[in-house]
């Protein structure tokens, strides 16, 4: 979990990998895995993605649920699929989760009977993919999202008063020099998101009690994430048990 404060200090929950409550057994390793994961699976198959997904669902929940439990940014990573035929966009987490045209489908139909509502959607990692990829993710969101769409604009003139007012429910934050090319797309440097990188709740504490006091770079959104990464030495002593186990339950 983490939260965004806006410019103007209001606060939204946060997923973090907020697609992978869906993890993919059968698919391949994701293109951004280093050779030892990528070695590791074609040693042990379909036992070693078990164990891999056991630390790779950070969530529980699908959108429909993050979105009715009052979440409303979202953490996306985007990735093609080595040998897809279809040439599909998917969400990805060390294996592939779902079609990312089927999460943002969610994310609208959510938005449809919501009126008022504003979502938040970061694309902070891209994966395998070139420029033809990210003509296509450009137009699924045009497709999905239309005027809904808030451009870029100055992060403090943005609040909810000025986006009701527009009949805009979307912030997309494209981490890409797409971003540049796009009018709806904020760039990514706008939504700064520093992180602690610890498995220690008291350095996580720590952490964020001084970015907090630091503040936010003047002109831009700002993210507190309250997340514990495991490390690898975390990962290889609690191999069968999973993040859940070893991690957030402690």
């Known amino acids: 979990m983490a939260q965004i404060r806006t ?38 198959g379909t036992v070693a993605k078990k164990l891999m997904r056991k630390w790779l669902a950070t969530q529980t929940m699908n959108f429909s649920s993050q979105l009715a439990a009052g979440i409303r940014y979202f953490d996306l990573r985007i990735s093609t699929k080595p040998r897809d035929p279809d040439n599909e966009l998917y969400f990805a987490h ?21 009126g008022k ?31 809904k769409m808030c451009p870029a604009i100055f992060a403090h003139e943005v609040s909810l008063q000025y986006l009701w007012e527009k009949d805009y429910q979307v912030l997309v934050f494209y981490h890409s ?25 008291e350095k996580l504490i ?8 630091e503040k936010r770079k003047k002109g831009s959104f700002f993210i507190s994430q309250v997340v514990l990464t495991p490390k690898a030495s975390t990962v290889v002593k609690g191999v069968t048990s999973g993040l859940r186990e070893t991690i957030t339950e402690r």
């Open 7 to 44: 410019v103007a200090g209001k606060v939204y929950p946060r997923s973090h990998d907020s697609f992978s409550f869906y993890i993919d057994e059968a698919s391949p390793v994701g293109p951004e895995q280093p050779e030892t994961v990528q070695n590791f699976v074609s040693v042990f």
């Open 206 to 213: 720590q952490f964020l009690q001084t970015s907090i006091t």
């Open 117 to 147: 509502e504003v979502v938040f959607l970061d694309f902070n990692h891209f994966y395998g993919m070139q420029k033809c990829h990210h003509e296509k993710l450009v137009q699924m969101l045009k497709d999905t999202f239309g005027s």
């Open 94 to 114: 060390g294996l592939f989760s779902a079609k990312v045209n089927e999460g943002l489908e969610e994310i609208s139909a959510f938005l449809a009977d919501h």
């Open 177 to 201: 020099p797409v971003a540049l090319e796009v009018p709806f797309l904020w760039p990514g440097q706008m939504m700064p998101a520093p992180w602690a990188n610890t498995t220690d709740p």
